[in-house]
Antibody, heavy 123, light 111 residues
Framework: QLQLQEAGPGLVKPSETLSLTCTVS??????????WGWLRQPPGKGLEYIGS???????YYNPSLESRITISVDTSDNQFSLKLQSVTAADTAVYYC???????????????WGQGTLVSVSS | QSVLTQPPSASGTPGQRVTISCSGS????????VNWYQQVPGTAPKILIY???QRPSGVPDRFSGSKSGTSASLAISGLQSDDEADYYC????????????FGGGTRLTVL
Protein backbone atom coordinates (compact mmCIF):
# COMPACT_ATOMS: atom_id res chain seq x y z
CA GLN A 1 0.00 0.00 0.00
CA LEU A 2 1.63 3.23 -1.15
CA GLN A 3 1.92 5.94 1.48
CA LEU A 4 3.25 9.48 1.19
CA GLN A 5 4.06 11.61 4.21
CA GLU A 6 4.93 15.30 4.19
CA ALA A 7 7.29 16.73 6.80
CA GLY A 8 8.63 20.19 7.55
CA PRO A 9 8.17 23.30 9.67
CA GLY A 10 4.62 24.46 10.21
CA LEU A 11 5.68 28.10 10.50
CA VAL A 12 7.99 30.06 8.20
CA LYS A 13 8.90 33.74 8.42
CA PRO A 14 8.23 36.10 5.50
CA SER A 15 11.10 36.32 2.98
CA GLU A 16 12.54 32.99 4.17
CA THR A 17 12.55 29.62 2.39
CA LEU A 18 9.85 27.01 2.91
CA SER A 19 11.29 23.47 2.88
CA LEU A 20 9.25 20.28 2.83
CA THR A 21 10.11 16.63 2.33
CA CYS A 22 7.84 13.80 1.20
CA THR A 23 8.78 10.29 2.29
CA VAL A 24 7.41 7.49 0.14
CA SER A 25 6.73 4.03 1.56
CA UNK A 26 5.25 0.98 -0.14
CA UNK A 27 6.66 2.18 -3.46
CA UNK A 28 9.79 3.62 -5.02
CA UNK A 29 10.54 7.12 -6.28
CA UNK A 30 12.87 5.37 -8.74
CA UNK A 31 9.95 3.80 -10.58
CA UNK A 32 9.92 4.72 -14.27
CA UNK A 33 6.10 4.82 -14.29
CA UNK A 34 5.55 7.82 -12.06
CA UNK A 35 6.34 11.46 -11.46
CA TRP A 36 6.22 12.83 -7.91
CA GLY A 37 4.61 16.16 -7.24
CA TRP A 38 3.69 18.97 -4.91
CA LEU A 39 0.40 20.82 -4.71
CA ARG A 40 -1.05 23.29 -2.25
CA GLN A 41 -4.39 24.57 -1.02
CA PRO A 42 -4.72 27.94 0.75
CA PRO A 43 -7.25 27.89 3.60
CA GLY A 44 -10.77 27.86 2.19
CA LYS A 45 -9.56 27.90 -1.41
CA GLY A 46 -8.93 25.49 -4.28
CA LEU A 47 -6.03 23.33 -5.35
CA GLU A 48 -2.89 24.71 -7.00
CA TYR A 49 -0.21 22.69 -8.75
CA ILE A 50 3.35 23.55 -7.71
CA GLY A 51 5.56 21.16 -9.63
CA SER A 52 6.76 17.59 -10.19
CA UNK A 53 9.93 15.54 -10.56
CA UNK A 54 10.93 12.26 -12.20
CA UNK A 55 13.48 9.90 -10.67
CA UNK A 56 16.02 11.12 -13.22
CA UNK A 57 15.63 14.71 -11.99
CA UNK A 58 13.49 15.94 -14.86
CA UNK A 59 11.02 18.55 -13.57
CA TYR A 60 7.86 20.42 -14.44
CA TYR A 61 7.07 23.64 -12.56
CA ASN A 62 3.99 25.86 -12.35
CA PRO A 63 5.01 28.85 -14.51
CA SER A 64 3.66 31.30 -11.94
CA LEU A 65 5.88 29.84 -9.20
CA GLU A 66 8.84 28.67 -11.25
CA SER A 67 11.21 31.48 -10.27
CA ARG A 68 10.91 30.55 -6.58
CA ILE A 69 10.70 26.74 -6.66
CA THR A 70 13.20 23.95 -6.48
CA ILE A 71 12.06 20.32 -6.41
CA SER A 72 14.62 17.56 -5.88
CA VAL A 73 14.58 13.80 -5.48
CA ASP A 74 16.67 11.53 -3.24
CA THR A 75 16.39 7.97 -4.53
CA SER A 76 18.58 6.55 -1.75
CA ASP A 77 16.19 7.79 0.97
CA ASN A 78 13.07 7.34 -1.21
CA GLN A 79 12.12 10.98 -0.74
CA PHE A 80 11.50 14.10 -2.75
CA SER A 81 11.60 17.67 -1.55
CA LEU A 82 10.24 21.15 -2.18
CA LYS A 83 11.93 24.48 -1.57
CA LEU A 84 9.95 27.68 -2.05
CA GLN A 85 11.95 30.87 -1.69
CA SER A 86 10.98 34.35 -0.57
CA VAL A 87 7.66 33.34 0.95
CA THR A 88 4.87 35.76 1.81
CA ALA A 89 1.56 35.36 3.59
CA ALA A 90 0.06 34.34 0.24
CA ASP A 91 2.07 31.12 0.45
CA THR A 92 0.19 30.02 3.57
CA ALA A 93 -1.50 26.76 2.60
CA VAL A 94 -1.86 23.06 3.16
CA TYR A 95 0.92 21.48 1.11
CA TYR A 96 0.36 18.03 -0.38
CA CYS A 97 2.78 15.61 -1.99
CA UNK A 98 1.33 13.20 -4.52
CA UNK A 99 2.13 10.61 -7.16
CA UNK A 100 1.44 11.23 -10.85
CA UNK A 101 0.46 8.11 -12.82
CA UNK A 102 1.87 9.41 -16.08
CA UNK A 103 1.58 6.12 -17.96
CA UNK A 104 -2.16 5.89 -17.34
CA UNK A 105 -3.25 9.51 -17.44
CA UNK A 106 -0.37 11.93 -17.67
CA UNK A 107 0.67 14.51 -15.11
CA UNK A 108 -2.90 15.56 -14.30
CA UNK A 109 -3.62 12.10 -12.87
CA UNK A 110 -2.64 12.15 -9.21
CA UNK A 111 -3.52 8.72 -7.92
CA UNK A 112 -2.10 8.85 -4.42
CA TRP A 113 -1.80 11.78 -2.01
CA GLY A 114 -0.17 12.51 1.31
CA GLN A 115 -2.38 13.73 4.14
CA GLY A 116 -1.11 17.29 3.73
CA THR A 117 0.72 19.64 6.07
CA LEU A 118 -0.28 23.19 6.96
CA VAL A 119 2.48 25.76 6.50
CA SER A 120 1.81 29.24 7.79
CA VAL A 121 3.89 32.24 6.79
CA SER A 122 4.05 34.77 9.59
CA SER A 123 6.56 36.75 11.58
CA GLN B 1 -9.06 32.93 -11.05
CA SER B 2 -8.88 29.25 -12.00
CA VAL B 3 -8.00 28.15 -15.53
CA LEU B 4 -10.89 25.66 -15.56
CA THR B 5 -14.36 26.97 -14.69
CA GLN B 6 -16.71 25.13 -12.36
CA PRO B 7 -19.87 26.27 -10.59
CA PRO B 8 -19.04 27.07 -6.95
CA SER B 9 -21.92 25.04 -5.59
CA ALA B 10 -24.37 22.27 -6.41
CA SER B 11 -27.01 20.49 -4.38
CA GLY B 12 -29.46 17.64 -4.47
CA THR B 13 -31.58 15.40 -2.31
CA PRO B 14 -30.78 11.76 -1.54
CA GLY B 15 -31.41 9.56 -4.54
CA GLN B 16 -31.26 12.40 -7.06
CA ARG B 17 -28.84 12.79 -9.96
CA VAL B 18 -26.51 15.78 -9.94
CA THR B 19 -24.11 17.01 -12.60
CA ILE B 20 -21.11 19.31 -12.22
CA SER B 21 -19.64 21.06 -15.23
CA CYS B 22 -16.05 22.00 -16.02
CA SER B 23 -15.18 24.38 -18.84
CA GLY B 24 -11.75 24.92 -20.31
CA SER B 25 -10.05 25.65 -23.63
CA UNK B 26 -8.22 23.99 -26.51
CA UNK B 27 -4.93 24.12 -24.60
CA UNK B 28 -6.23 21.96 -21.76
CA UNK B 29 -9.52 20.02 -21.92
CA UNK B 30 -9.81 20.37 -25.68
CA UNK B 31 -6.40 18.83 -26.26
CA UNK B 32 -6.33 16.11 -23.62
CA UNK B 33 -8.18 14.29 -20.89
CA VAL B 34 -9.97 15.37 -17.73
CA ASN B 35 -9.72 13.98 -14.21
CA TRP B 36 -12.05 14.56 -11.30
CA TYR B 37 -11.11 14.63 -7.62
CA GLN B 38 -13.29 14.38 -4.54
CA GLN B 39 -12.22 16.14 -1.34
CA VAL B 40 -14.07 15.68 1.90
CA PRO B 41 -13.31 18.79 4.00
CA GLY B 42 -10.25 18.29 6.19
CA THR B 43 -8.89 15.43 4.11
CA ALA B 44 -6.67 15.03 1.05
CA PRO B 45 -8.24 14.90 -2.42
CA LYS B 46 -8.94 11.48 -3.91
CA ILE B 47 -9.06 10.55 -7.59
CA LEU B 48 -12.66 9.88 -8.64
CA ILE B 49 -12.62 9.81 -12.45
CA TYR B 50 -9.58 9.71 -14.76
CA UNK B 51 -9.16 9.94 -18.52
CA UNK B 52 -12.59 11.58 -18.89
CA UNK B 53 -14.71 8.59 -17.88
CA GLN B 54 -12.64 5.89 -16.14
CA ARG B 55 -13.27 4.92 -12.54
CA PRO B 56 -10.45 3.69 -10.29
CA SER B 57 -11.20 0.46 -8.51
CA GLY B 58 -13.35 1.08 -5.47
CA VAL B 59 -15.22 4.08 -6.90
CA PRO B 60 -18.93 3.25 -7.22
CA ASP B 61 -20.50 3.28 -10.68
CA ARG B 62 -22.84 6.00 -9.41
CA PHE B 63 -20.03 8.34 -10.44
CA SER B 64 -19.49 8.93 -14.16
CA GLY B 65 -17.62 11.41 -16.32
CA SER B 66 -17.85 12.69 -19.84
CA LYS B 67 -16.06 15.15 -22.09
CA SER B 68 -17.10 17.04 -25.19
CA GLY B 69 -14.85 19.55 -26.91
CA THR B 70 -13.50 21.95 -24.29
CA SER B 71 -15.96 20.98 -21.55
CA ALA B 72 -16.43 18.05 -19.21
CA SER B 73 -19.04 16.88 -16.73
CA LEU B 74 -19.18 14.76 -13.62
CA ALA B 75 -22.48 13.03 -12.89
CA ILE B 76 -23.45 11.52 -9.56
CA SER B 77 -26.56 9.39 -9.52
CA GLY B 78 -28.37 7.95 -6.49
CA LEU B 79 -27.02 10.80 -4.37
CA GLN B 80 -25.98 9.81 -0.85
CA SER B 81 -25.21 11.91 2.21
CA ASP B 82 -21.55 10.93 2.17
CA ASP B 83 -21.19 12.35 -1.36
CA GLU B 84 -21.18 15.77 0.32
CA ALA B 85 -17.72 17.08 -0.56
CA ASP B 86 -15.77 19.40 -2.85
CA TYR B 87 -15.23 18.24 -6.41
CA TYR B 88 -12.40 19.46 -8.64
CA CYS B 89 -11.71 18.92 -12.31
CA UNK B 90 -8.12 18.89 -13.55
CA UNK B 91 -6.30 18.69 -16.85
CA UNK B 92 -2.88 19.21 -18.40
CA UNK B 93 -2.46 22.59 -20.03
CA UNK B 94 0.14 22.72 -22.78
CA UNK B 95 0.42 26.48 -23.06
CA UNK B 96 3.77 27.96 -21.96
CA UNK B 97 5.90 25.08 -20.64
CA UNK B 98 2.96 22.95 -19.48
CA UNK B 99 1.03 22.98 -16.24
CA UNK B 100 -1.54 20.97 -14.32
CA UNK B 101 -4.62 23.19 -14.07
CA PHE B 102 -7.61 22.82 -11.78
CA GLY B 103 -11.13 24.12 -11.62
CA GLY B 104 -12.02 26.25 -8.64
CA GLY B 105 -13.99 23.42 -7.09
CA THR B 106 -17.70 22.74 -6.60
CA ARG B 107 -19.10 22.26 -3.11
CA LEU B 108 -21.81 19.59 -3.28
CA THR B 109 -24.47 19.75 -0.59
CA VAL B 110 -26.85 16.87 0.00
CA LEU B 111 -30.07 18.41 1.31
Amino acid sequence: QLQLQEAGPGLVKPSETLSLTCTVSGGSVSSTAYYWGWLRQPPGKGLEYIGSIYYSGSTYYNPSLESRITISVDTSDNQFSLKLQSVTAADTAVYYCARHDVNTGGLALLDSWGQGTLVSVSS
Amino acid sequence: QSVLTQPPSASGTPGQRVTISCSGSNSNIGGGTVNWYQQVPGTAPKILIYNNNQRPSGVPDRFSGSKSGTSASLAISGLQSDDEADYYCAAWDDSLNGDVVFGGGTRLTVL
